[in-house]
């Protein structure tokens, strides 16, 4: 193994009681290497401990240096052969330092000095100033993860679980939920396919209990990848005090840089009489355990389509009542409405281009007074599932006390470096109101952490795929033939039936769909956009294509 140019020690102050005294929390130590274990070491708290000389400590790649090693003469790694050896006591004192192979350093100032070169600390006062991420949603793992793999010190807040609204309550329990929906059509048309099963029945209770099994092992996933990487997980509410400074409980904590991901929550209408009932959001519906006779959904988007998959496909009576004159608003109009249509032959009762105007309780459940153009009317479901959107999550954790610029809409304005009006901060994922999805906010991340490297990146949202994991699905990436009639663009459009690919016609007997795709005058693709299984894996290489695509005119 080779040497590596330069090593971080990241360190905590000598004084320990200090820091506490004044509210700030204690940093803990990083030592971030490579190395190996020596002969007759044991693991003792994520250390290795050398059993023949008490005062040597050997640490392996990447893990955090505990308490433990303060107080011992010297700490010694490995590396390649060659041992590097710091006096413990200068290594609780310094903040951050650039350990040369063979080098025993033994003066504070020189530690200091050192370190101040690599801009990781004040070498006046030794006072450590990390990079921070406060991050509450799915991309707050990821950006945290990305700073720790370059060697950053991070901390990462989070108030409930690692992962976000997609991993907890989003688009993973949902897809669970309708990977068992689907299986569970696919086995009662199972005839189609010359094979005959004579009984077909699910058990709701412990499709929700998979859901949540599969969402806890994602959490563990992403808690381990997270303390591979060196990043501190503080659980509890972040409040931004100002760009330098954020608290959490009692303990404050200082940055030199700021990740903001907080993430979205569900919009509720205020319609009239909606305190008088008891109406379901995606969380509720995630979790329910009883299926209802009946359902009305208030929103058809994608978040409702997909819940009304799921619970037709079980059984459910659904209707979907939509603001719109069509729905999935976003995606291609005509290839939703083939989606309806589809959802319509199995029943779902679709009301578009209608608005609601009160809730009221109903004989034991609920009652959705309507308007549209042929008048007024209402629909009684037992249960109603609120889905008309999310907004971003602005409030409560002290975003006001940076004074950021915003756009007209009320998000916040952000550079193609995803940093906003205040140096030192980075905005990503739903606060930006660029792309509410999971994956764009983790790309945009990933350009926040670059722009702390200073690393070359840009952000683009040329390419931003999207799915609706409807039974069929629905997938699209680009601009629609809707948006490129508003923009004005010249364009072409390329109809093919699903039947062109030899997988659809094995895997979908008797049914079709449909692939658009739009060219521009300069031949590159503007958009394309798929209806039926497997429009999610087909949207990615199309995806691909569609970014390079633009790249390679771009370069040209």
Known sequence: MGLPDFLFLLSQQKDRSAGNQHGTKPQHDRLIIPGRRRHGGRR???????????????????????????????????????????????????????????QRIQNRQAVLDEA?????????????????????????????????????????FEKQNLGGVCLNEGCIPTKTLLYSAKTYDGVRHASKYAVNVPEVSFDLAKIIARKSKVVRKLVLGVKGKLASNNVTVVNGEAYIIDKNTVRCGEDSYECENLIICTGSETFIPPFAGIDTVDYWTHRDALDNKE????????????????????????????????????????????????????????????????????????????AVAYENAEGTGSVVAEKILMSVGRRPVTKGFGLENLGLVLTERGNVAVNNKMQASVPGVYV??????????????????????????????????????????????????????????????????????????????AENEGVNGMCKVFIGEDKTILGAHVLGNPASEIITPVSYTHLRAHETRSNL
């Open 116 to 156: 101040a070169v690599l801009g990781r600390v004040d070498a006046q006062s030794g006072q450590r100033n990390d990079d921070l991420s406060a991050g509450l949603a799915v991309l707050g793992a990821p950006a945290a993860e990305a700073a720790g793999k370059a060697g950053l010190s991070v901390l990462l």
């Open 291 to 366: 299926l209802p006779a009946s359902l009305a959904i208030v929103g058809g988007g994608v978040i409702g389509m997909e819940f009304a998959s799921f619970f037709s496909s079980l059984g459910v009576q659904v209707t979907v009542v939509e603001m719109l004159d069509e729905i999935l608003n976003g995606m291609d109009k005509e290839l939703s409405a083939l989606l309806r249509a589809e959802y319509a032959k199995r029943g779902v009762k679709f009301l578009l281009s209608t608005k609601v105007t009160s809730l009221s309780p109903n004989d034991g459940g609920v």
């Open 44 to 102: 003792v708290g994520g250390l290795v401990v050398c059993l023949d000389r008490h005062i040597a400590h050997i640490i392996e790649p990447g893990l955090a240096v505990e308490e433990a090693i303060v107080g011992s003469q010297s700490v010694v790694a490995l590396l390649g052969g060659h041992a590097v050896t710091v006096a413990a006591g200068d290594v609780a004192e310094a903040a951050a330092v650039h350990i040369v192979a063979g």
């Open 428 to 505: 990503c994922g739903d606060l930006t109101g660029f792309s509410l999805l999971a994956h764009t906010a983790v790309r945009e991340a990933e350009v926040a952490v670059h722009a702390i490297l200073d690393k070359e990146d840009t952000m683009s949202y040329r390419a931003i795929p999207g799915v609706v994991y409807t039974n069929p699905e629905i997938a699209g990436v680009g601009q629609t033939e809707e948006s490129l009639l508003a923009k004005g663009i010249p364009f072409h459009v390329i109809k093919l039936p699903m039947a062109y690919s030899g997988r659809f016609v």
